[in-house]
């Protein structure tokens, strides 16, 4: 499921508020209470488009949680907290941040800073139409792959898939994900989703045996790994 905001906050009562309030504005919201609880959320739903962190969260510190977040995501990153402190607040923006609203606030302030955010955001952020790494070419517009400068001949499951994974380069996408945003159903199995991954390595892999683009995660799903220059 897609949410436009995430709220990472301990206080139950505060998230339900905040999470109420945005969904009954239209902004869908979804919250949890812990960095357990995101890690469980985010292998359940896609990553929201934006973030609300609190720095003191029961189990792990906002701080250590925003380091983790800025390795996987790029979507905006606001910390919401009680604490006063310049250190905290310039920490939070040199860890990743991208802004600092301290409690209390008011939620109608609060919500017109995250649509403010989200359409900042949303504006500036460039639809991927191709993507190209070594001699693999993908171009999302037409739904064709290339190796070698030459069209590889594939199914359209197959080029969903490819598509999917490679749209989340360098992020490990969970195989439940695949399942609900590639096949559109949670309940496919495993030995489907093995047999395209195979299909795919032989096409686009220099040795399928030993994969550099399409790499297993074991237990979680699939990553596609790419330089980042690339």
């Not at 096949?183 to 991954?197: A, K, Q, R, S």
């Amino acid at each position: 499921m897609h949410y436009d905001c995430l709220v990472i906050d301990d206080e139950r009562t505060l998230s339900e508020s905040i999470s109420e309030y945005f969904n009954a504005m239209g902004v869908k919201t979804a919250f949890v209470t812990s960095s357990q609880e995101y890690h469980e959320f985010s292998a359940r739903n896609n990553v929201a488009d934006l973030i609300l962190l609190d720095i003191n969260l029961g189990d792990q510190s906002g701080f250590d949680l925003c380091r983790y977040l800025r390795k996987t995501i790029k979507v905006p990153i606001l910390f919401i907290s009680a604490r006063t402190s310049n250190d905290d607040m310039l920490l939070a923006l040199n860890i990743g941040g991208d802004g600092y609203i301290q409690k209390p606030f008011s939620l109608s302030v609060l919500l017109a800073k995250v649509k403010a955010v989200l359409n900042r955001y949303q504006n500036t952020t460039p639809k991927l139409e191709v993507l190209e790494a070594g001699d693999i070419k993908i171009d999302f517009t037409t739904g064709i792959a290339y190796k070698g400068g030459k069209r590889i001949e594939m199914k359209a499951m197959e080029f969903k898939l490819l598509a999917y994974l490679a749209k989340n380069k360098n992020r490990t996408v969970p195989k439940n994900e695949i399942f609900r945003k590639v096949w559109e159903e949670p309940f496919v199995g495993d030995n489907t989703l093995n047999v395209h991954i195979r299909y795919l390595r032989e096409m686009i892999e220099e040795d399928p045996s030993d994969p550099q683009y399409i790499q297993t995660v074991w237990g979680t799903g699939y990553v596609f790994e790419v330089e980042e220059d690339e």
